[in-house]
């Protein structure tokens, strides 16, 4: 069979019978290496991530919890149920979010606006998105008759700012809101401060301290509901009677809040 040379010959070559056998062995047995290396794996598309919308359909069950609101406003408990839904199930995209609030009561007084307030946080939670300002915005409400104080000393300006706290307690449990508190070092120096301002004032009270004991047992009921000390101010950080004057600095005892820095 003859072959057409169409190119310039620049050079040539003598090979031998041994030399092509050799060539053409070397030549198979890399095919046959091609052949044997298993195939890349192709590329699977990447499952679909669904995000919260106001058209996802309620499932037949959703994870849900509790949290109870006692007042001194009213004798019956107020209890707030906030239902979840789970997305992408089984995956690592798996998230939990808010689906629904439900919010309930022997107390009948408020019964309409509280409806309509689940309502519109339910039709919030579903919409979908960042809905984080809503704890901002429930915490920004005020009674015009006056707030009250929780035990430990945190005060509550109405009713709908503690709603407002249990929701964010539960965005906080599921992820939603990352839970900036205090850490153990910033805890352990706090702790000191308080003793040692407990500390000062049992020296300045001296001899009268039996005096101070019995009226501090006269008034145990006013005080009854702080954990700090009786005479800490309120403080607009985190509306905690906790505020006290050390060294001429006011610091709060329960954020950590100061004046100095």
Request: charged share 30%; glycine share 6%; proline share 3%.
């Amino acid at each position: 069979m003859s072959i057409e040379i169409k190119n310039k010959i620049v050079g040539y070559e003598v090979v031998s019978k041994e030399e092509k056998a050799s060539k053409d062995t070397a030549a198979a047995e890399k095919t046959n290496e091609a052949a044997a290396e298993p195939e890349p794996a192709k590329k699977t598309e990447s499952a679909e991530i669904i995000q919260m919308h106001e058209k996802l359909q309620r499932p037949d069950m959703l994870l849900g919890s509790t949290y109870k609101i006692k007042t001194p406003q009213s004798e019956h408990a107020l209890y707030i149920t906030i239902n979840d839904v789970l997305l992408n199930q089984g995956t690592e995209h798996e998230i939990r979010r808010p689906y629904e609030i439900f919010i309930n009561s022997k107390n009948m007084d408020h019964f309409q606006w509280i409806v309509a307030l689940t309502r519109i946080i339910s039709a919030v939670f579903r919409k979908g998105g960042d809905a984080t300002f809503l704890v901002d915005e429930l915490r920004s409400v005020f009674d015009p008759r006056g707030g009250y104080f929780k035990k430990g000393g945190k005060y509550k300006p109405s009713l709908v700012a503690e709603i407002g706290d249990a929701i964010e307690c539960h965005m906080k449990m599921i992820g939603m809101i990352k839970d900036n508190g205090l850490d153990d070092h910033q805890k352990q120096m706090l702790d000191a401060k308080r003793k040692e301002y407990e500390a000062i004032n049992c020296k300045d009270v001296g001899a009268s301290n039996n005096a101070a004991t019995a009226d501090s047992s006269s008034n145990a009921s006013s005080n009854e509901a702080s954990d700090f000390p009786p005479n800490s101010m309120l403080c607009s950080k985190c509306n905690t009677k906790a505020v006290i004057s050390m060294d001429g600095c006011m610091t709060c005892l329960s954020c950590g809040d100061s004046k100095c820095g």
